[in-house]
């Protein structure tokens, strides 16, 4: 009988735990919720605001995913064709690179930008500069942060002018320009063939509600089972 209530004594003690930690996980996915939502709204201001200045670079060091992502920037200033990378890319449209390529602006700095999707029958058309204007020209699109490393399971290889992932730190190394903005931007959709620009996805997974609802429910079963315990102890008899 002793050693029957110091098992269900146990069997309560770990439930009691159980309890505590899928309701504290259930209360922080509710707090990571109306975290998504509410960035999700801000992303949708952005991208649907009218177009501003791209941070210059004395503002390079304020900028961050929180502040910055996704917002409706403009720039203006003079490519260098020569100097456009290939970062491989897979879209509706089939397989093919983002062509990246530097735009120095008046004050000397660089900033990259994503001209847009071109199919891989394109490369050596679009590395030799005939889809990259050399005059002056201004871009409007959606400020990106940069990706550096590379993508799933491959790393960009600059010495092969190979990439996987927009990291414009390592394209703008391989090139010699600086300063270098720490982001890209996505241009937008305009009359031309290629690129295609616009193409960028703004999507953001939001399971919180559902991951909130599973904590929360683990909950309520370990309290089902704390009485189902009790209920059927000696000391209920």
């Not at 890319?89 to 062509?99: D, F, I, P, R, S």
Request: hydrophobic share 45%.
């Amino acid at each position: 009988m002793a050693r029957r209530r110091i098992h269900s004594f146990l069997f309560l003690l770990l439930t009691a735990v159980a309890f505590v930690g899928f309701v504290a996980l259930g209360v922080w996915q509710v707090k990571r919720l109306a975290w998504k939502e509410d960035l999700i709204a801000r992303v949708d201001t952005r991208v649907h605001a009218e177009a501003m200045l791209a941070p210059s670079q004395h503002d390079w060091p304020t900028v961050s995913e929180d502040t910055h992502e996704y917002l409706h920037v403009s720039v203006r200033g003079r490519y260098q064709p020569q100097a456009v990378a290939l970062v491989s890319a897979a879209t509706e449209a089939g397989q093919g690179y983002w062509l990246m390529a530097p735009l120095q602006r008046a004050d000397g700095s660089w900033v990259y930008v994503n001209q847009g999707f071109v199919p891989q029958q394109q490369r050596q058309a679009v590395q030799s500069g005939e889809y990259t204007p050399a005059e002056l020209v201004t871009v409007t699109g959606l400020l990106r942060l940069s990706h550096p490393g590379g993508g799933v399971l491959r790393d960009n290889v600059p010495d092969e002018n190979r990439w996987y992932s927009r990291d414009v730190k390592a394209m703008a190394e391989r090139n010699g320009l600086s300063p270098v903005a720490p982001y890209f931007i996505d241009a937008q959709a305009d009359d031309s063939e290629l690129p295609v620009g616009g193409l960028t996805v703004i999507h953001f997974r939001n399971n919180h509600l559902v991951y909130a609802i599973t904590w929360f429910a683990l909950a309520f079963g370990m309290v089902l089972a704390a009485w189902l315990v009790l209920r059927d102890s000696p000391r209920t008899r």
